[in-house]
């Protein structure tokens, strides 16, 4: 009997051993891996064409990424469904640190359409925010209106009679327009085209009265006297002289402060200490003053903020955007467009 007692008790001692052994060795795997990283080339999806803003913004982070990461961010560019296949594909992507992704604020917009696989803001963890650029409303330079309250004004007098353009249905550019004309109580045509440049040129030719845009896009159109603008969607005046003069939204009365934000995501449980050396990483190549020049030239408003940061900011901007939504009726016009 004390035999069979000590032959268990050594049988236990055996496998307990074993076990931690185990996971001694999983925790010293763990450890060497999260040392090596990265020991190859990221995969950087952007999911939108070559070219556009995020395509752009992409390229100037590869330039450093050797420098500041290590390894190379190879550029993959899924374009498709405004955002969506990408964001899909980084969703289901391996979460090691090796596949990251580019966002703008579409990311929050897609779910509440019903247009995506996957709610994004929780399918996905925000490494950085790179941005955060208002929006400008701009009219033809030879319209009466100096402000948006003399918009107001004139809308309410010619109801029917104005239209605004935007970059698409269901854009960030789209909410901010219904949600001006809702809290201004007037109605504005909505006129969607494919891209804010087709937006500009409809807009200097007359067809359309109103464009709210990104100021660099209108920026050189607005220095050469074609057009002007009228306020900007933002708590503060901007710090670009083109247009330090031009009131915000909340001056003349209107509580706008929509804006449009690009930010890097990965795929949601990366072990901790990769991401925590691969937000280190980002953050070198963010914050290098190189970067942040090229990015004013852009016409884009750098903001960096940390994983942490960012993550408080897509709560609050999340909030926003469905209270515009659901407020503005913009779910059932894309509904219609679709029958």
Not at 24 to 44: H, L, R
Not at 180 to 201: C, G, H, N, W, Y
Request: hydrophobic share 40%; proline share 6%.
């Amino acid at each position: 009997m004390r035999k069979n007692v000590i032959t268990f008790t050594v049988a236990c001692i055996f496998v307990i051993s074993t076990i931690l052994g185990g996971c001694t060795s999983m925790q010293s795997k763990e450890s060497t891996t999260s040392k090596k990283y990265p020991n190859k080339p990221i995969t950087f999806i952007v999911p939108f064409g070559a070219g556009g803003a995020l395509d752009v913004v992409a390229r100037m982070l590869e330039k450093s990424s050797v420098k500041h990461l290590g390894q190379p961010l190879v550029i993959l560019n899924k374009p498709g469904s405004a955002g969506a296949l990408g964001w899909n594909e980084l969703v289901t992507a391996a979460p090691d640190g090796y596949t990251i992704g580019i966002s703008s604020s579409e990311l929050f917009l897609h779910p509440l359409y019903g247009n995506s696989k996957y709610n994004y803001p929780t399918a996905l963890e925000p490494l950085a925010q790179i941005s955060s650029t208002p929006f400008i409303m701009v009219v033809q330079a030879n319209q009466p209106w100096e402000t948006a309250a003399d918009l107001v004004k004139y809308a309410k007098e010619h109801p029917g009679e104005l239209k605004f353009g935007h970059s698409g249905m269901g854009s960030i550019p789209h909410v901010v327009g219904e949600a001006f004309s809702k809290s201004a109580s007037i109605t504005l045509d909505q006129v969607p085209f494919r891209s804010a440049a087709e937006a500009i040129t409809a807009l200097l030719g007359g067809h359309i009265q109103v464009v709210l845009i990104n100021p660099g896009t209108a920026k050189e159109y607005i220095k050469s006297g074609m057009l002007k603008t009228l306020a900007v969607t933002d708590a503060n005046r901007l710090i670009d002289p083109v247009f330090s003069n031009v009131p915000t939204f909340k001056e003349q009365g209107f509580e706008l402060y929509y804006g449009s934000r690009l930010g890097l995501v990965a795929p949601k449980d990366m072990p901790a200490d990769v991401k925590a050396k691969l937000v280190e990483g980002l953050k070198s190549m963010l914050t290098d003053p190189n970067f942040k020049k090229e990015l004013a030239s852009m016409g884009l408003q750098y903001e960096y903020l940390d994983d942490k940061q960012t993550q408080k900011q897509w709560i609050y901007e999340n909030t926003g955007l469905t209270k515009a939504v659901q407020e503005s009726g913009i779910v059932e016009l894309i509904k219609s467009q679709k029958q």
